[in-house]
């Protein structure tokens, strides 16, 4: 794990983030949510901009470019289902391409219908986050990519070794494996199908109205959503929500200013077992977060105005209007992007692979 990359936010750094309007709870106590002035114009400065950045074209790793023969062969491997035991579950099983890369349950099924324990998250601008999986516990989604086929409640595989037997019976996957990986004497190997999955993922962006309005195009947004816009920014939100993800880039506690309802999910806790870590999870990124419910690692909550009012309530210790949640509501779908179709089109996969 590159903990240096794991920023554990405290309350009082998200107090001073909000420019001081919220301040914590004394351990145990609870008071009365405060209420957020309305914005004063829908004008968003070059300040508030600055919070933000527009989506690259591609989120390679720095000093690393996938090859087109990489990419290629990561795309089919997201879509193979003999990578599980049961031939039935691939990564677009849980994380469909066509559904903005998530499954819309509240957990997913895996290896023999199981489910899982916590909710999908979002594939879609994932590749440049600080960490991968709600408790962080995987550094880059080449890592994460092996997980969940060695997971027995997930795609089930008992061990790597029969992940790579199926790839070698493959002719078309040893060609693709040769053409991917050419300076290796043994290009099969269990951590080249991460990097080739990671390389296909790195390729997952969705630009969206926001980023159009963000490089200029006024007319790219409502009033009412350059309204939301701002009341987040006003609100502290962006201590968490920020940068070209609007997340993904630090770990946070849930449940700053009041306690957090009570949830079978301790976090991060159950990856280091330091007390410190109990309830932190990855903040996840907005991108696409209207199409991505429902919500929370649990997928307890189905409405998105749940979510909305219930960070305001516990992370900053706000109530929000009903107006300020629906403008903020608003503001969240110019972050609804454009699915890349021809990238993430369902390959051919090859036969041969089954024994």
């Not at 999986?133 to 994460?144: H, I, L």
């Not at 309005?213 to 959503?225: K, M, N, R, V, Y």
């Not at 307890?300 to 300020?324: C, E, H, K, N, W």
Request: glycine fraction near 10%; aromatic fraction near 8%.
């Amino acid at each position: 794990m590159r903990a240096k990359f794991l920023i554990p936010v405290g309350a009082a750094v998200v107090a001073a983030a909000c420019g001081g309007g919220a301040k914590p709870a004394a351990q145990g106590a609870v008071s009365a949510a405060k209420t957020l002035p309305p914005v004063e114009s829908s004008v968003v400065t070059p300040a508030e901009r600055s919070l933000f950045g527009a989506l690259p074209a591609r989120m390679d790793a720095p000093g690393e470019t996938a090859t087109g023969a990489q990419i290629a062969l990561g795309r089919t491997l997201y879509y193979e289902t003999v990578l599980s035991e049961g031939h039935d579950v691939s990564c677009n099983s849980c994380h469909a391409l066509n559904g903005y890369g998530a499954d819309g349950r509240r957990v997913s099924f895996g290896h023999k219908g199981q489910l899982g324990s916590r909710n999908a998250p979002t594939v879609y601008n994932a590749a440049a986050q600080v960490a991968q999986f709600w408790d962080g516990r995987s550094p880059s989604v080449e890592a994460q990519a092996k997980g969940p086929i060695l997971n027995p409640a997930e795609m089930g595989m008992p061990d790597s070794a029969a992940v790579l037997a199926h790839l070698r019976g493959s002719p078309q996957y040893r060609a693709e494996f040769a053409a991917a990986f050419p300076d290796e004497r043994d290009p099969i190997s269990y951590d080249n199908v991460g990097r080739a999955i990671g390389a296909f993922e790195r390729g997952l962006v969705t630009p969206s109205r926001w980023d159009r309005f963000l490089q200029g195009d006024s007319s790219a947004i409502t009033e009412q959503e350059r309204r939301g816009a701002k009341t987040f920014v006003a609100a502290g939100c962006t201590a968490c929500h920020s940068g070209t993800y609007v997340g993904g880039q630090v770990m946070q506690k849930a449940g700053l200013v009041h306690p957090w309802p009570a949830s079978a999910d301790s976090g991060r806790y159950a990856v280091t077992r330091q007390p410190a870590d109990l309830m932190v999870f990855k903040v996840p990124t907005l991108r696409n977060v209207e199409m991505t419910g429902p919500y929370f690692s649990d997928g307890s909550v189905a409405s998105l105005d749940t979510p909305i009012a219930m960070m305001g309530r516990y992370q900053l210790g706000l109530q929000f209007t009903p107006a300020q949640i629906g403008d903020i509501h608003a503001w969240l779908r110019t972050l609804t992007g454009e699915i890349p179709v021809t990238y993430v089109a369902n390959p051919p996969l090859p036969a041969g692979t089954g024994f």
